[in-house]
T-cell receptor, first 111, second 115 residues
Framework: TQLLEQSPQFLSIQEGENLTVYCNSS?????LQWYRQEPGEGPVLLVT?????EVKKLKRLTFQFGDARKDSSLHITAAQPGDTGLYLC???????????FGTGTRLKVLA | NAGVTQTPKFRILKIGQSMTLQCTQD?????MYWYRQDPGMGLKLIYY???????DKGEVPNGYNVSRSTTEDFPLRLELAAPSQTSVYFC??????????????FGEGSRLTVL
């Protein structure tokens, strides 16, 4: 059972469009993280959200943690080809140090 | 600035062979992790360690073993390789400021093919 489900699984959009990626769970997480992975490399951390309802912005990327701390979203404004990659959410199960990852969303931004 | 180093980067195994994937980090991180990533998918946790001498199972531990004799090293052992173990393996480490809030630093991955 995958505890962190992401949607959509794949997304192909034109440069300049907006998009939202979702990360959902039936479990409560003390925090959730978002990573981006490019081909042939390991994932790199984008942001950590800790408080329910928290919103964090990273240039054109906006991250939100659900009020109940069971879900998170990533919104990209005016997507650029450089945003292409695999986006992964991650969290530690039940207050442990057991970090699990979501199913992933593969984004392709066409010029 | 070595960070997390994995070896080998590529390996082809025959069914039934065994091998060890090496992982070492020079950041003095207590927490270390092994993940596998199948094509186009997310990462599945195999084993993790919260410090030297302490390891625990992740989501998909069957067919693998780990040890953590030092803070720096966290090798992953594959016994009796099977085609289902064909994957890219990532090692990661973290300082973890508080439970679940630390950044995971990843190695470049080890691509394993079992034929």
């Amino acid at each position: 059972t995958q505890l962190l489900e992401q949607s959509p699984q794949f997304l192909s959009i034109q440069e300049g469009e907006n998009l939202t990626v979702y990360c959902n769970s039936s479990s409560v997480f003390s925090s959730l993280q978002w990573y981006r992975q490019e081909p042939g490399e390991g994932p790199v951390l984008l942001v950590t959200v800790v408080t329910g309802g928290e919103v964090k912005k990273l240039k054109r990327l906006t991250f939100q943690f659900g009020d109940a701390r069971k879900d998170s979203s990533l919104h990209i404004t005016a997507a650029q080809p450089g945003d292409t990659g695999l986006y992964l959410c991650a969290g530690a199960q039940g207050g442990t140090y057991k970090y699990i990852f979501g199913t992933g969303t593969r984004l392709k931004v066409l010029a | 600035n070595a960070g997390v180093t994995q070896t080998p980067k590529f390996r082809i195994l025959k069914i039934g062979q065994s091998m060890t994937l090496q992982c070492t980090q020079d950041m003095n991180h207590n927490y270390m992790y092994w993940y596998r990533q199948d094509p186009g998918m997310g990462l599945k946790l195999i084993y993790y360690s919260v410090g030297a001498g302490i390891t625990d199972k992740g989501e998909v531990p069957n067919g693998y073993n780990v040890s953590r004799s030092t803070t720096e090293d966290f090798p992953l052992r594959l016994e009796l390789a099977a085609p289902s173990q064909t994957s890219v393996y990532f090692c990661a480490s973290s300082y973890l400021a508080g439970a679940g809030t630390g950044e995971l630093f990843f190695g470049e991955g080890s691509r394993l093919t079992v034929l």
